[in-house]
């Protein structure tokens, strides 16, 4: 049985999401049942809420609806009286519940074209959950201070068997005070998806995708797909190296590994995902690019294309979402901020996948890539030079037996970055790992086993000198079995999952730790 069965289709921004309510989860858990009911504890992550400052504050509804299908809710968003045109922090909360059957869902925000926040759903229980998630959205700010058009979509099917109708409240809670002196000064969009034109004082331009793949084909699980000689039920021209780049004016200017996001159906096993989801399901990370080494190019006052594209897809298939949001940084004191690209350096990509025939058929496949780019910007302030490295590898050893009634992948993927500005330089290293196998067994008896990691580690320096570390590690096990095929109140499934959050760094530490059984929440400690 194939994995693509189960579903039809994430220094400072760690801290990122967190579902409301979470501080106030019993530290231990009574009665665990035998197998699961037709209830189960409401979803719930490791992660830390978003640390909200005192103060004024103000709160402005910002979508409420029910989704039954693919039409988006559209409202309009006014800024927040009281609270001034300024803000310290500005969170964002959804609220959600669902009741009875249903998949995991994708969705979408927009204020004013701007993507703010790019979620997916849990699986209800037949008696019903309730989830929250919180994101710390100040950075688009710019957006916030005009009465923007809002649109919301989570793509839904409401029919005698899928059953489950998402209703949802977004929410914007907006913290008076002096606005956080890293966040951009404007937030833009492209025209007609690939169209830029910044103000020509622009002296820091920053690039966010969020890059997902999606829609329940094979693209979803894109880390499974193997080169077209091998008898797999996905198959993708050269394998499963998969990559995220952006071009200025057809010149690749920054490149990027996708997070391998499991979404509350993956892996043929729902039963993994009831009450603790994958890292990033609920809340997918942008990849940001820095694009200043290009603000000499893009400040002429002319538009110019910037393009995302996904290394690996077969031409034609479709399963990637790419939308970009653009943040500036403007000098206030020059009416023109000049530059030039000084270094433009591309390495070939080396992308190989091998099949090995046999009675467990076997792929392994490896990929490499590295990219440098340099300039400077004539600032009011003086000239700053800009440096961007980075450097991604991929490396999966994927085996399956015939009918893919055994089924297994083991993977590591890296994304080294280097941000060197004048004499200060921040280097992230991050890391994502999946170890996991599925086995369907004796009476149609569906086990699936499954490690995630998500790794980051974050060091600036200035002068040489280290100025500021932070180390994340959100990891992920889970172990479910089920009887497939079968109606639900049939499936006798049993399941244990658990989720640690680490992170620890100059600004102090943060450590949970979740444990399931049966859909029963067991264990909710914190070592910080």
């Known amino acids: 049985m194939s994995m ?6 994430v220094a400072g921004t760690l801290l990122g999401t967190a579902p409301a309510g979470a501080a106030d989860l019993p530290a231990r858990a009574a009665a665990v049942p035998a197998e699961f009911g037709t209830d189960w504890h409401d ?20 979508a409420q609806a029910q989704f039954r299908d693919f039409t988006p809710y559209r409202g309009t968003y ?55 998630v919180e994101k710390d959205v100040t950075r688009y700010g710019d957006t916030f201070r005009r009465s923007r058009d809002v649109e919301m979509l989570i793509g839904n099917v409401v029919d005698d068997t899928y059953t489950g109708v998402l209703d949802v409240k977004v929410t914007l809670t907006f913290y008076r005070g002096r606005p956080d002196p890293r966040s951009p000064d404007r937030v833009l969009t492209l ?11 622009s002296e820091r331009i920053l690039a966010e995708v969020y890059a997902t793949g999606s829609g329940g084909g094979c693209e979803e699980y894109w880390y499974l797909t193997v080169p077209d000689p091998a008898p797999y ?32 159906g993956g892996w043929s096993n729902p039963f993994l995902w009831y009450v603790i989801p994958g890292p990033r399901a609920f809340d997918i990370t942008p990849i940001t690019y820095d694009l200043t080494p290009f603000v000499g190019i893009l400040n002429d006052g002319r538009p110019h294309r910037v393009e995302v594209s996904v290394v690996g897809v077969p031409e034609g298939r479709s399963g990637w979402s790419t939308p970009v949001n653009v943040l500036l940084w403007q000098d206030e004191r020059s009416e023109r901020v000049t530059g030039k690209l000084t270094a433009h350096k591309a390495e070939d990509l080396s992308d190989s996948s ?19 780019v340099g300039g400077y910007v004539d600032t009011s302030h003086g000239r700053v030079r800009t440096t961007v490295s980075r450097a991604l590898t991929g490396k999966s050893t994927h085996h399956w037996t015939d009918g893919e009634t055994r089924d297994a992948l083991e993977a590591t993927w890296t994304d080294d970055e280097s941000v060197t500005v004048g004499a200060s330089t921040t280097r992230t290293h991050r890391r994502y790992t999946m170890d996991g196998t599925t086995t369907l067994g004796a009476g149609d008896r569906l086990r699936t086993v ?8 974050v060091v600036g320096t200035n002068g040489g000198r280290r100025t500021a570390w932070s180390r994340l590690d959100d990891s992920y096990t889970g172990d479910a079995t089920y009887t497939a095929n079968v109606p639900r109140d049939q499936r006798h499934a049993v399941g244990t999952t658990s989720e640690r959050y680490r992170l620890y760094g100059s600004r102090g530490c943060y450590d949970r730790a979740l444990t399931t059984a049966q859909g029963v929440l067991t264990e909710n400690r914190r070592r910080c």
């Not at 925000?109 to 699986?123: A, H």
Request: proline fraction near 9%; charge should be positive.
């Open 4 to 9: 693509l069965a189960g579903a039809t289709l």
């Open 450 to 457: 499954l490690t995630l990691g998500d790794r980051a580690t």
């Open 43 to 62: 979803p719930v992550t490791a992660a830390p809420p978003v640390a909200r400052p005192a103060g004024t504050s103000c709160e402005v509804t910002l």
């Open 354 to 372: 091998r099949y090995t025939p046999g009675s467990e058929h076997r792929v392994d496949a490896e990929g490499v890539h590295r990219l440098t």
């Open 78 to 132: 006014t800024p927040p009286g009281g609270c001034g045109d300024r803000w310290s922090k500005v969170v964002l909360r959804l609220d959600g519940k669902v009741k009875g059957r249903q998949y995991d869902r994708l969705g979408y925000l927009r204020v004013g074209g701007v993507e703010i926040f790019r979620t997916s759903t849990p699986q209800p229980s037949p008696d019903g959950i309730e989830w929250s």
């Open 191 to 201: 025209d007609g998806g690939s169209v830029l034109t910044t103000p020509q004082n």
């Open 233 to 264: 039920s996905c198959k993708a021209g050269q394998g499963p190296y998969r990559e995220v780049q952006i071009s200025v004016d057809g010149r690749l200017a920054g490149i990027a590994a996708p997070f391998p996001t499991v979404w509350t």
